[in-house]
């Protein structure tokens, strides 16, 4: 017998554990998507107050997006850094009771006329002025005004100096990233200049000292950022409630991974890619999806044993308690598109790193909790490579009602190991996909959940996915909310208008919450 065949999996799913799983349920809401003043949601007193709801509504998990620094499209999936967080998030509030902000500085700026929308065109003209004011007048600035010298402030100077030495591995090569992106007028770094793009060592030295007050900024834009979150994320999980988030499987780009690592990837000499990530013609695209995020070299990180892997797994785990892993298809096997293409239909599937990637990373991950995202199509490798890490996978109900086959969507082909949702960020709500897809689909979908009308189909997805055998379901707010398609998050292979959608102030209300606990208790999902 093949001693591979008898390896122990990753992350084993013994018997014993499912015996001792316990059912829960949970709600997806981007931080962005939280009610603001300023424009986009942070981790203001809303966030605090969502985690309040959630404990009223008998939820465990609160579900968020990535939380890395978005760029061009404005998608947490094309990140400035996967290490790195966004700015975005940083509550202004919390800023004018430290006294680094006046109200009145604030309201100088127009964060946008429509509370239900985000609008990032203001946001970028706003946020970043009102940042770099906050650092100036901030006892963390590389040169303070008198006031900040005072001996009072040295506690909170030796706290910033120490959290720049404790994340030097990645912040110093991002905030000087970050300056330089600002010195070239915002150019993707392969634009640059050949000696700072290529890193080499006087042009480093160079602008090192040169931008040496722009690079304090971006390490004090990261360390308010992690005090923020992590003050969140600490009461979140006092009150019993735990953070989903993301692992985007690539990076982007243009991001201060690829041009401070350009040997993790497929780039030629001149750090431009030969080749380009995305995903075949499918349900969502009849193109493709291409998404052009650089391709590793895995050969380059299986010589180094994943420690760049590593890295990224021990980010998340700081940011998140469960890390949902995006495109775990991908890590089987893959699928690149010569850079020159402009569709994604003339790609090829390559074979990616496997199991001996999920076996690296095992120590890191330890008994924390893992979720694979296994949508979209998979192969009977892709089935064993899931079995053999012991992560639960995702069902969709939205993808349930192919009147054509028995699908693995259905609930009546679940088994417990896996996570349901009615719908994630990439699908329309459930209203809005009760309304527009394809009627036989709807028809079909009716008989499976037993109605007779779209009126009633929303409340019964929702109940269908908590009466389900799943042991964690996962619900969009916009479906409790009962919202169309205007409350969409992202319509994959779409530019312009995703990743904009806001809840308005006081939706998250005593009479909802109720709602939510009755259907945790009836469905013996609740968080006690």
Known sequence: MDPASQRSPACPFTPEMEENMKR?????????????????????????????????????????????????????YQSFSTFAGNPYFIDLEQLIGAGYLSREETEQFNFGSNPSYIEYDLIYMSRYLLLHHAYENSPYSLHPSDVWKQSAYNRDRYAFETFITNNKEWLEDYALYSALKGRFENAAWTEWDDDIRLR???????????????????????????????????????????????????????????????????????GRPSVVAGCPPDAFSATGQLWGNPIYDWDRHRAENFSWWRSRMERAFFLYDAVRIDHFRGFESYYEIPAQENTAMNG??????????????????????????????????????????GYPGMKVLQFAFDAKSDSEYQPHNYNRNCVVYTGTHDNDTTRGWFENTDPEVRDYAYKYLGITGKETAVDAMIRTAMMSVADICIIPIQDYLGLGNEARINTPSTLGSNWKWRALPGTFTDKLAEHLLGLARIYARLNQ
């Open 24 to 76: 829960s349920c949970g709600v997806l809401l981007p931080v962005a998507s939280l009610p603001s003043k300023y424009g986009i949601g942070c981790f203001s007193t809303e966030a605090y107050r969502f985690v309040d709801f959630l404990v009223k509504a008998g939820q465990s998990y609160w579900q968020i997006l990535p939380l890395g620094q978005t760029g061009y499209g404005d998608s947490p």
């Open 200 to 270: 080499q060592p006087e042009a480093m030295k160079k602008w090192h000292a040169e931008l040496v007050d722009d690079i304090r900024f971006y390490c004090f834009l990261q360390y308010m950022f992690f005090l923020q979150w992590k003050a969140v994320k600490d009461y979140a999980n006092k009150h019993g409630i735990s953070i989903i988030g993301d692992l985007p499987i690539y990076v982007a780009m243009d991001s201060a991974d690829t041009w401070s690592h350009p040997e993790y990837f497929k780039l030629d000499g001149e």
């Open 348 to 389: 090829t599937w390559v074979q990616g790193p496997g199991i001996e990637l999920f076996d690296a990373l095992q120590e890191t991950i330890g008994g924390r909790q893992v979720i694979a995202e296994d949508l979209g199509f998979l192969t009977p490798e892709v089935h064993k490579l899931l079995e053999e890490t």
